[in-house]
Structure formats: structure tokens, C-alpha cells
């Protein structure tokens, strides 16, 4: 059973960065598609971005195209996010996700999760 294990996030100023990891062990990583997503306070989960498992096409929600990048690297089992020009609407708790449905929006088709960690972005 493949586990995801989070790292990176944190407190910073709007119009900084943040890398965010999710390291995969116990599991084929390079077979499944990645995603990312966030749950903004008192709001339910979203879709922040999906890479699929060759890393060659991705997805971004309309509010994070083009300030976030995602990537991964299947020889270190790592998916990362860097967010660029954060805002404060940015604040959540982010996961990563692995499931094996393409770039989908849809939460409902990833099946292994990461841990959550918290993004805070002060004005």
C-alpha cells in the first residue's frame, strides 16, 4: 500500500513562494497520476492541480494557473508544488493525491492521500 508523506508549507507574506513535497514509499509511484488539492477554512476540499504519471500533462485550476507549478520526479518517488505569488485567498490546508484517472478534478478518484499541511498567506 503506497503512502504519501507531506513536507514544505508554512507561514508567509503575500507575493512570496512556497514549495510544497510529497514523498511516495511502499507503492509503484511512476504509475500513478498526482494531484493536488486544498481546503480553505470553513470551505469544502478543491482542485489545485493534477500531473499525470509520465509527467507530461497537467491540469491547474483557474485560480492557480500560472503562479503554481506542479512536477514530479519518479526516480526520487517525489511530487512537488511550487506557488508562486501567493495570495491570501491561497490559505488552506493542502494534500497531494495519487490515483490513476488521468489529470481529473474529481476527488473521488484518488485514493491515497498525504497527510495535509498547512499554507498561511498573510496580506
Known amino acids: 500500500q503506497m503512502q504519501l508523506v507531506q513536507s514544505g508549507g508554512g507561514l508567509v507574506q503575500a507575493g512570496e513562494s512556497l514549495r510544497l513535497s510529497c514523498a511516495a514509499s511502499?507503492?509503484?509511484?511512476?504509475?500513478?497520476?498526482m494531484a493536488w488539492f486544498r481546503q480553505p477554512p470553513g470551505k469544502e476540499r478543491e482542485f489545485v492541480a493534477a500531473?499525470?504519471?509520465?509527467?507530461?500533462?497537467?491540469s491547474y485550476a483557474d485560480s492557480v494557473s500560472g503562479r503554481f507549478t506542479i512536477s514530479r520526479d519518479n526516480a526520487k518517488n517525489m511530487g512537488y508544488l511550487q506557488m508562486n505569488d501567493l495570495k491570501p485567498e491561497d490559505t488552506a490546508v493542502y494534500y497531494c493525491a495519487a490515483g490513476n484517472s488521468g489529470t481529473t478534478s474529481d476527488d473521488s478518484m484518488y485514493d491515497t492521500w498525504g497527510q495535509g499541511t498547512q499554507v498561511t498567506v498573510s496580506s
Open positions: 500531473i499525470i504519471w509520465m509527467g507530461g500533462s497537467t
Open positions: 511502499g507503492g509503484l509511484f511512476y504509475r500513478y497520476d
